[in-house]
């Protein structure tokens, strides 16, 4: 249908139609995107671009991967939706084949639709089975849009969306390159965390149910965790009868060239959550803890359910998603690409000084903007400049933290040719925004 229209009427429909709101930005404007396959998109117009954000990094495994294609085919011949009461054959099969690759003892899953569902269903089992109602996440966390999850989300996507509940604080986050504890020191020394839990203990009333957090803070800028700092975490939260809650969205299922974030450092979260390209491009989430929580939470009639929960057409696709990452090695296929694009970056550091940082793994990196690298003022107009003519030139990307970090997501689709190519449209923006 789309190829009826021009550009031009499509976004004087969309002027008339389409709600405007979106992520990074609220105006209506190209490109309009109308096909994918592994890491290109194509505009309405016929010009392409390498999707370095893999969509809403939804579609990592590629863009219309045959597999879920095919999964949603079979689903169309067989059930698309099923009574949320009753069990379907595809959610417990995804249920068991989840299982085998989730950190060890996190065997109960419930199959939501969002990374936000997912976060609020994890919020909602922390808070039941501790009986308490204070949750925390730190400054640079983002854990979805919903009422509950924007709660808890501090790197932005805030303000004017108030008053939340009471019960959620923010926590300091290891943001190293930025940390005024330990930026002279060899390493962070948890100062950040002492301070936090200090401060969480002299506002609490005794009703700290849990800590959300990711193990790698992605629209907080790509800001990596220092090595023990995520087990420290998790060890205050036990001492204070709380939960830990890893939201592995954008760091879960092979992204960073291990399974999961978490697993580099050895945590075991006690609820773990999934989204983004669970669903190889179908909207699914899940929530996965252990049976004890299971057992106590469901034993109070617990109910975390929307009409499309455990739906067998999305369950299906998450199925072919699992196949995919196991059967084509994406845990290596992400090393690999993180390699080869670091390099990328690491060359780019060398030519340009506007690069002051370079972060991330796997798939999951970006490089923070610099006016000057000593006093590490962040470059924010720059970063938005870069970021528009790498669009203008046919590279998608994300531009965070106001501008000062630009994040790569490329699928695990993406070739070495696309990345050099990649590289030489981000070289030629970054001279260009400089002059």
């Given at each position: 249908?789309a190829?009826?229209?021009?550009?031009?009427?499509?976004?004087?429909?969309?002027?008339?139609?389409?709600?405007?709101?979106?992520?990074?930005?609220s105006?209506?404007?190209?490109?309009?995107?109308?096909?994918?396959?592994?890491?290109?998109v194509?505009?309405?117009?016929?010009?392409?671009?390498?999707?370095?954000?893999?969509?809403q990094?939804?579609?990592?495994?590629?863009h219309?991967?045959?597999?879920?294609?095919?999964?949603?085919?079979?689903?169309?011949?067989?059930?698309?939706?099923?009574?949320?009461?009753?069990?379907?054959?595809?959610?417990?099969?995804?249920?068991?084949?989840?299982?085998?690759?989730?950190?060890?003892?996190?065997?109960?899953?419930?199959?939501?639709?969002?990374?936000?569902?997912?976060?609020?269903?994890?919020?909602?089992?922390?808070?039941?089975?501790?009986?308490?109602?204070?949750?925390?996440?730190?400054?640079?966390?983002?854990?979805?849009?919903?009422?509950?999850a924007?709660?808890?989300?501090?790197?932005?996507?805030?303000?004017?969306?108030?008053?939340?509940?009471?019960?959620?604080?923010?926590?300091?986050?290891?943001?190293?390159?930025?940390?005024?504890?330990?930026?002279?020191?060899?390493?962070?020394?948890?100062?950040?965390?002492?301070?936090?839990?200090?401060?969480?203990?002299?506002?609490?009333?005794?009703?700290?149910?849990?800590?959300?957090?990711?193990?790698?803070?992605?629209?907080?800028?790509?800001?990596?965790?220092?090595?023990?700092?995520?087990?420290?975490l998790?060890?205050r939260?036990?001492?204070?009868?709380?939960?830990?809650?890893?939201?592995e969205a954008?760091?879960?299922?092979?992204?960073?060239g291990?399974?999961?974030?978490?697993?580099?450092?050895?945590?075991?979260?006690?609820?773990?959550?999934?989204?983004?390209?669970?669903?190889?491009?179908?909207a699914?989430?899940?929530?996965?803890?252990?049976?004890?929580?299971?057992?106590?939470?469901?034993?109070?009639?617990?109910?975390?359910?929307?009409?499309?929960?455990?739906?067998?057409?999305?369950?299906?696709?998450?199925?072919?998603?699992?196949?995919?990452?196991?059967?084509?090695?994406?845990?290596?296929?992400?090393?690999?690409?993180?390699?080869?694009?670091?390099?990328?970056?690491?060359?780019?550091?060398?030519?340009?000084?506007?690069?002051?940082?370079?972060?991330?793994?796997?798939?999951?990196?970006?490089?923070?903007?610099?006016?000057?690298?000593?006093?590490?003022?962040?470059?924010?107009e720059?970063?938005?400049?870069?970021?528009?003519?790498?669009?203008?030139?046919?590279?998608?990307?994300?531009?965070?933290?106001?501008?000062?970090?630009?994040?790569?997501?490329?699928?695990?689709?993406?070739?070495?040719?696309?990345?050099?190519?990649?590289?030489?449209?981000?070289?030629?923006?970054?001279?260009?925004?400089?002059?």
């Amino acid at each position: 249908m789309a190829g009826q229209f021009t550009e031009e009427s499509l976004l004087s429909l969309a002027e008339q139609f389409s709600f405007r709101s979106r992520m990074d930005r609220s105006a209506v404007g190209g490109p309009i995107l109308v096909w994918g396959r592994g890491s290109v998109v194509r505009d309405v117009n016929g010009k392409e671009y390498l999707d370095f954000n893999s969509g809403q990094m939804c579609a990592a495994l590629g863009h219309n991967h045959p597999r879920i294609v095919q999964a949603l085919q079979e689903s169309c011949d067989t059930l698309l939706h099923s009574h949320m009461s009753l069990f379907n054959d595809r959610e417990i099969i995804l249920a068991t084949r989840l299982a085998e690759i989730t950190p060890p003892g996190l065997t109960k899953s419930m199959f939501l639709t969002s990374g936000s569902d997912s976060n609020e269903a994890a919020l909602t089992i922390a808070k039941r089975y501790t009986g308490g109602y204070e949750v925390a996440s730190p400054v640079v966390s983002f854990h979805g849009q919903s009422e509950a999850a924007r709660a808890l989300t501090f790197s932005g996507w805030r303000q004017g969306y108030g008053p939340y509940a009471p019960g959620n604080y923010p926590i300091l986050a290891p943001y190293r390159y930025r940390c005024t504890f330990c930026r002279d020191k060899c390493a962070c020394d948890y100062t950040c965390l002492d301070t936090s839990f200090d401060l969480l203990d002299a506002q609490s009333d005794g009703r700290m149910a849990a800590v959300i957090t990711e193990p790698l803070f992605s629209a907080g800028g790509v800001v990596d965790l220092p090595p023990g700092w995520l087990r420290e975490l998790q060890d205050r939260c036990h001492q204070r009868g709380m939960l830990l809650i890893l939201d592995e969205a954008q760091t879960g299922l092979a992204k960073l060239g291990t399974m999961w974030g978490g697993e580099q450092e050895g945590v075991v979260p006690d609820i773990l959550t999934i989204s983004k390209h669970f669903g190889g491009g179908i909207a699914v989430s899940a929530t996965v803890t252990t049976p004890e929580i299971e057992e106590r939470v469901a034993g109070t009639g617990m109910v975390v359910a929307h009409s499309h929960s455990n739906d067998p057409v999305t369950c299906n696709a998450a199925i072919a998603s699992l196949d995919i990452i196991l059967e084509e090695g994406l845990v290596d296929v992400a090393a690999g690409i993180g390699g080869y694009w670091a390099r990328h970056l690491r060359s780019l550091a060398d030519r340009h000084e506007l690069i002051g940082d370079i972060r991330g793994r796997g798939l999951l990196q970006g490089i923070e903007l610099v006016t000057d690298r000593e006093t590490r003022e962040p470059a924010f107009e720059r970063g938005r400049e870069v970021g528009r003519l790498c669009l203008e030139n046919g590279l998608i990307l994300s531009v965070r933290r106001n501008g000062s970090v630009l994040r790569f997501v490329p699928p695990f689709t993406t070739t070495r040719e696309q990345m050099d190519l990649a590289a030489d449209i981000l070289d030629y923006a970054i001279s260009a925004a400089c002059t």
